[in-house]
């Protein structure tokens, strides 16, 4: 599964992999793919060190990359000041504070323990988190540097390109895609309807060639509802040099999601049990459908905040959620490809799936086009 990109990176498959599990990661760039990592939940420089020194030292020398998160569309700061978190938590209405607590109560969540910190904080949807988020990769070999929401900073994309990092930045439509071709974008990942976390409204059949023709010739991942190699071909066929996966990984031996309850869920769910919602930060992010997201999508509630409003009133509450495995409540970003994924495996397994049904779809198209055995 080469292209002319994965052979520019040096990966033996044009496989993707972003997650947020350094061990995932790892694996996906050891198995022949691009580990990317997902930095949003460090909001301590340290710890993103001290992840990245661990994936240096188990990818056995194999090309990997960092995903960030910096809204084009953001609360924004009074001139001539920066945002604080401080700031930000003024800004969440006592209404939506109340919301919180009656829904919790109402299924009986219990309350952290004195002093316990949330564990789930999203202050790295602030702008200057993921700036002091790059000052630490950058002092790492990383060979790409992706943007989930809108293209970086043009200060961040010079950063990047001087130390030879491509830039990468996800789109949900050919406009989007094209004003990243503008601002100097090295990759574009058409991400359609049915991708977890932030997406659009164009699914990926539609998108991916639509944004191939339209930021030709910078190269383009396909990224939703891929799970399989036949997927893989069809969107290589569709003018992708590349797919960007990420919900797949979310049931893998290497996943450390801290919750056997969430991966049963995860386990047990079809491809129709999730919904795009605003209720994690605020932007619509697919996820699984939960008591949860019906709360905040009902019309008689208050309605959610603005991001990084949003994610920051919920933090404390998804994360009491998640501690005690309040299973109606429970659920996480992941795509309508959670049907396939229907049982653990390792990242090496879910390759060896993926070549094997990419050869063959290939093998298939071979023969309707008469051209088997040459």
């Known amino acids: ?12 498959h ?58 084009a ?37 219990p309350e952290l323990a004195e002093g316990e910190a949330s564990g789930w904080r999203i202050t790295g949807w602030m702008e200057q988190v993921a700036r002091t988020q790059l000052d630490v990769a950058f002092d790492y070999p990383i060979k790409l540097l992706a943007n989930a929401l809108g293209s970086p900073p043009a200060d961040v ?27 100097g974008i090295d990759i574009v990942v058409a991400q359609g309807y049915e991708a977890g976390g932030h997406t659009g409204d164009i699914a990926s059949m539609v998108l991916t060639p639509e944004v191939v023709e339209a930021v030709d010739p910078l190269p383009v991942l396909a990224a939703g509802g891929i799970g399989s190699g036949q997927q893989v071909a069809a969107a290589l066929s569709l003018g992708a040099q590349g797919v960007w996966l990420g919900s797949i990984w979310l049931t893998t031996t290497e996943a450390d999601l801290h919750s056997p309850a969430l991966t049963r869920k995860l386990l047990a769910a079809g491809s129709g049990d999730t919904v795009r919602s605003r209720a994690l930060t605020g932007k619509p992010a697919r996820q699984l459908r939960t008591e949860w997201t019906d709360a905040w999508d009902d019309t008689n509630g208050p309605g959610t905040l603005p991001m990084p409003l949003q994610g920051l009133l919920v933090a404390e509450a998804v994360s009491r959620i998640q ?16 049907g396939r ?29 008469g051209r088997s055995g040459e």
Do not use: C
């Not at 599964?1 to 033996?12: D, F, I, P, R, Y």
């Not at 700061?77 to 800004?91: F, G, N, Q, S, Y």
């Not at 010079?158 to 050919?174: I, K, T």
């Not at 501690?323 to 970003?333: C, I």
């Open 1 to 12: 599964m080469q292209t002319e990109l994965s052979k520019k990176l040096g990966v033996e």
């Open 14 to 71: 044009a496989v993707f992999g972003f997650t947020p599990f350094p061990a995932v990661a790892a694996a996906i760039s050891r198995a022949g793919g691009f580990g990317v990592l997902g930095a949003v939940r460090y909001t301590a420089p340290d710890d993103l060190k001290r992840d990245l020194d661990w994936i240096e030292a188990h990818v056995d020398g194999r090309p990997y990359g960092l995903d960030v998160v910096m809204p």
């Open 73 to 109: 569309k953001k609360v924004e700061a009074p001139k001539d000041r920066t945002l604080t978190e401080a700031d930000v938590e003024a800004m969440i209405p006592e209404g939506h504070r109340q919301f919180v607590k009656d829904t919790l109560a109402k299924y009986g969540v």
């Open 157 to 183: 994309v010079e950063r990047a390109h001087d130390q030879n990092v491509l830039v990468a930045a996800l789109a949900g439509s050919a406009r989007h895609a094209v004003k990243h071709k503008e601002r």
């Open 323 to 338: 501690k005690y495995e309040v299973e109606p409540l429970l659920g996480t970003p992941v795509g309508q490809i959670v």
């Open 341 to 369: 994924m229907n049982s653990e495996r390792s990242v090496q397994a879910v390759f060896d799936d993926l070549t094997r049904g990419f050869e063959r779809a290939v093998d298939r198209i071979n023969r309707i086009a």
